[in-house]
């Protein structure tokens, strides 16, 4: 009986090491990873980051395994020992040896890491893909991102919001400015991270390989709903980036339905016009997102919540439940206004 | 007067003759709760609270038909808060307001950093400007402007002249300044004027 009861407790305690240990490994795949690289930004950083990972581990092995050989000596030679007063010149020696090899070998190592980090560093800004890669500018606001194709042919410059669309294997170049207050552009599977500074332009390049959808998420605390202000990355084949963006160049589809007209009548009178643009319409304020394709998009709310019906009538009549703080005012529509408005911004693909 | 108090009630506590320490002690934690006080300066409310008043037709004279004094001065609540009076100055410039009226001083519009008005000083007046426009080019934001964003507009435009108190009104720009603060701005006595902005 007594021998059962101390083994039980055991086993729990020995399955739950086993499942927190494992549970390190369920971060290894992911949209929003840094070790999980898709391009070869990323590739470079978590080349870095495995390589400073390994030798660590390794030294801490050591360490642990050096001070738990002390420990028992100790314990075993501790019964009679008498104070050395003047140590062996042989052992005084022995043990000077091993305290300079180690602090060498930890010179180095440390030097490893600085040449490392150092032309990892200049690898990622040395690389100028400004021939023939994509330009984009990269505005970051309280609580959402700005995202502006920028081309040589003003024709194809368009403005979207969240939802950034790549060509794979094409470096894209971002030049990130802050509209507010200071955030920063992450997105862990692509690149490394650059702030987005009032006042101040900079630039970053990512390039993805594989097709794929990437999560981006602000990485500098910038206020109330910093944790809300996401955004995806989509890296597609050339064909497919190329009709995506002849679509985002085009002007918003006209209404058509009798409650398409109707919604964008509302759109037009209410506070929505105030601070939205919709390209091909009168309305063109730029304080919140461009909603000329907003049906397209996958996401409401910089990421908030999935572009649904439900959810883009919800966000309409109440942001505030889903993001307090947020800038966009509570909206106090009937029902059948409502419903014609989202009718409307859903047809906006 | 606050030292005597906190004496008092530390010779209460200890039931001995109350040292400097003790006094000190006392003077400091009231310092401390002191800072407490200025806890709703800018405390925000995420759903829009109801408008505490609607339009109200302009009054150009004490003169009133039929019995009844004059209507009771309304409170904008707008006027109490820092993070309100400072909404409405980003609300100012991201509706263009500077488009007509500039950063207060006029141009096409008249200035709103003066003493002089046309259409009546008080929120009230101010508030069923902006909602229901005014001749000569003032248009009307009925339904365009949230009733909350108006009290946080109208709190701002009345911070120009300096009607609001100092430590409400927004402070300086984080772009270069075209005027003094708003809270640097003197307060200037309202004129009632029928001139036509020029």
Aim: proline letters at 6%; one cysteine or more; hydrophobic letters at 35%.
């Amino acid at each position: 009986m007594s021998e059962n009861t101390r083994t039980i407790p055991r086993l729990i305690s020995t399955l739950i090491a086993a499942l927190c240990f494992a549970s390190c490994f369920s971060s290894c795949g992911g949209i929003q990873n840094s070790i999980n690289p898709a391009g070869p930004n990323a590739e470079n950083i978590s080349r870095l980051w495995w390589l400073m990972f390994i030798v660590c581990s390794i030294v801490f092995v050591l360490v642990m395994i050096a001070l738990l050989l002390s420990l028992r000596r100790r314990t075993t030679e501790a019964a009679d020992r008498v104070p050395v007063l003047e140590p062996p010149a042989e052992s005084e020696r022995r043990r000077r040896n091993v305290v300079i090899s180690l602090t060498t070998i930890t010179v180095i190592v440390l030097f490893v890491f600085l040449i490392a980090s150092y032309s990892s560093g200049r690898s990622l800004r040395l690389n100028d893909p400004t021939k023939n890669g994509l330009s984009i500018e990269l505005t970051g606001h309280q609580w959402w991102w700005e995202v502006r194709y920028q081309d040589v042919d003003a024709s194809n410059i368009f403005t979207t919001a969240n939802e950034i669309h790549i060509p794979v294997g094409v470096p894209v170049n971002f030049s990130l400015r802050g509209a507010d207050v200071i955030h920063s552009f992450w997105v862990p599977n692509l690149a490394g991270k650059k702030d987005l500074i009032p006042g101040k332009i900079n630039t970053i390049w990512l390039q993805a390989d594989k097709p794929g959808v990437y999560r981006g998420q602000c990485a500098e605390y910038c206020g109330l709903q910093h944790a809300k202000m996401a955004l995806w990355v989509v890296a597609e084949p050339q064909e497919q980036f190329n009709a995506w963006r002849q679509n985002q160049t085009q002007q918003a589809v006209p209404a058509t339905t009798d409650a398409q007209k109707r919604g964008q009548q509302i759109f037009f009178s209410t506070t929505c016009v105030m601070c939205h643009a919709i390209n091909g319409t009168p309305a063109g304020s730029n304080i919140g997102p461009n909603l000329t394709h907003v049906g397209s998009r996958r996401m409401i709310g910089a990421a908030t919540l999935v572009n649904t019906r439900d959810h883009l009538a919800q966000w309409i009549k109440d942001s505030q439940t889903f993001k307090p703080g947020n800038r966009m005012p509570q909206n106090n529509l009937s029902d059948a206004d409502l419903q014609a408005l989202v009718e409307y911004l859903q047809s906006l693909k | 007067m606050f030292k005597r108090i906190s004496h008092a009630a530390a010779l209460r506590r200890n039931e001995k003759p109350a040292g400097a320490a003790s006094l000190r002690r006392c003077v400091s934690i009231f310092l401390c709760l002191l800072c407490f006080s200025a806890c709703k300066r800018e405390q925000r409310q995420f759903s829009t609270p109801p408008a505490t008043f609607k339009s109200y037709d302009v009054t150009m004279s004490d003169i009133r038909p039929g019995v009844g004094g004059m209507p009771m001065p309304v409170q904008n609540p707008a006027d109490q808060h820092a993070f309100d009076a400072n909404e409405g100055k980003r609300l100012y410039s991201q509706y263009n307001c500077s488009g007509c009226h500039f950063n207060g001083g006029g141009g096409i519009g008249p200035p709103l950093m003066d003493e002089k008005w046309i259409y009546g000083d008080r929120p009230e007046n101010i508030y069923s400007t902006i909602v229901e426009g005014r001749p000569n080019g003032m248009p009307s934001f009925r339904q365009k402007i949230p009733d909350n964003q108006v009290q946080q507009l109208v709190a701002y435009v009345r911070s120009m002249s300096g009607q609001l108190r100092k430590d409400v009104a927004p402070t300086r720009n984080d772009s270069m300044n075209a005027r003094r603060s708003e809270q640097r701005t003197e307060r200037k006595t309202p004129v009632q004027t029928t001139e036509p902005p020029q």
